[in-house]
């Protein structure tokens, strides 16, 4: 199935881990409605790893743990599908998932069949208990055309954490998106390491099959299944970068926090309309990381939108207060050009500019980023 736009929407991992059921997502469901993301484009609700017992019953088929789904998963795709919003589910390509419930290894075509007939419109696929011998891109392939055969739109969403090059073989095996990352934990630290690992990848992305960075772990504050405790959880301020940035590499955007208790600054960021619109920018262009200092602790990007705009990010990884000063040369700008770009801070409003020969970013909080909406002028 294409995916013209990274996919948006909820999945269960980062805050439930395997206590899911179909109260949760029943829940969830109609929170995605009374809060406004659905209206604000996230669309899928995907239940992640541990909903099924941990053997697959007589016929074969993975069976939905009663206790968990006693109402059986078609019952709960009506209830998603009624509110507007899509049904996604998770496997995996090995003989057993991550967490030791049953894989799809050599039951492709029938947990295919399964998923269509339950009305799944999404599938997250995993790597975990992969058998030695067998190749991964073939057991993505598999899976795309079992999900093909069964005649129902279903986005293959491959999860081998960004391992045997994926990036390469990933579009031509039939995904709609892929984890082009190790797993996300709730930590400046781990956002950080995922979007600096994406700046040799990134140029892979776009409409047909995208890098997903992996679930947000905005609003989680250290609250659930990714690394709560005393080593995780981030600032407003953090989790403001790392949507900001997850939106500039368009990025899916899979909810992870708790959003039946979501607080004002959490889910104003998740709306917000300037990022969203570029995270679904039908141009899909991967940023240009034109400006930063030889580290990588003070990076800045430059992006071109459609509608004749583009993008300017800075970003400062470092703990430190830092500026940076970056020639717009370095884009293809010279100052001959008799053009410049106003620049729109997207958070607070501010227009600045135009400029045409360099900018001198003002100066930038630790883990802070901004970013602007730019178009070229006539000086
Ligand atoms: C892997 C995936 C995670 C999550 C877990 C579930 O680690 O990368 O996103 O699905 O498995 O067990």
């Not at 995907?46 to 998963?73: E, H």
């Not at 039939?174 to 190790?182: E, F, L, N, P, V």
């Not at 990022?275 to 602790?297: K, T, V, W, Y």
Request: proline fraction near 4%; charge should be negative.
């Amino acid at each position: 199935m294409l995916t013209r736009r990274p996919p948006l929407g909820w999945n269960s991992w980062n805050t439930f881990g395997e206590n899911i059921s179909e109260d949760l997502i029943r829940e969830t469901a109609d929170a995605m409605v009374s809060t406004g993301l659905r209206d604000a484009g996230y669309e899928y609700v995907v239940i992640d790893d541990c909903w099924s017992l941990r053997r697959r019953g007589a016929d074969g088929k993975i069976t939905p743990d009663p206790k968990k789904f006693p109402s059986g998963m078609r019952a709960l795709a009506d209830y998603i599908h009624a509110r507007g919003l899509k049904f996604g589910m998770y496997s995996d390509a090995g003989t057993k998932t991550c967490a030791g419930y049953p894989g799809s290894f050599e039951h492709e075509f029938t947990d295919a069949e399964t998923f269509a007939e339950w009305g799944v419109d999404y599938l997250k696929y995993d790597f975990c208990n992969k058998p030695y011998l067998q190749n991964g891109p073939i057991l993505y392939n598999r899976m795309a055309m079992a999900l093909k055969s069964t005649g129902r739109d279903i986005v293959l969403s491959a999860c081998n954490w960004g391992s045997d090059n994926v990036e390469r073989w990933i579009r031509s095996h039939g995904a709609g998106i892929y984890r082009s990352t190790g797993d996300i934990w709730d930590s400046f630290v781990s956002i950080r390491d995922i979007a600096r690992s994406q700046m040799d990848k990134i140029a892979y992305s776009g409409p047909g099959c995208y890098n997903d960075m992996d679930m947000l772990v905005c609003g989680m504050y250290s609250r659930g299944n990714v690394g709560g405790g005393e080593r995780g959880g981030c600032t407003d301020l953090e989790y403001r970068t790392h949507f900001a940035l997850w939106c500039l590499y368009q990025s899916p955007l899979m909810i992870g926090c708790d959003i039946r208790n979501l607080n004002e600054a959490t889910l104003s960021l998740l709306k917000n309309r300037e990022l969203l619109a570029i995270d679904q920018d039908e141009e899909a262009r991967p940023p240009i990381f034109f400006c930063g200092n030889s580290e990588s602790n003070v990076v800045g990007m430059f992006k071109h939108l459609s509608g004749g705009e583009y993008a300017f990010a800075f970003v400062n990884y470092s703990d430190r207060d830092a500026g940076l000063s970056c020639e717009l040369f370095d884009i293809g700008l010279s100052s001959q050009a008799g053009y410049g770009f106003a620049l729109r801070d997207i958070f607070t409003g501010e227009e600045s500019g135009p400029f045409s020969d360099y900018f001198n970013v003002p100066r930038l909080a630790p883990h802070d980023i901004r970013v602007y909406r730019a178009k070229l002028v006539k000086m």
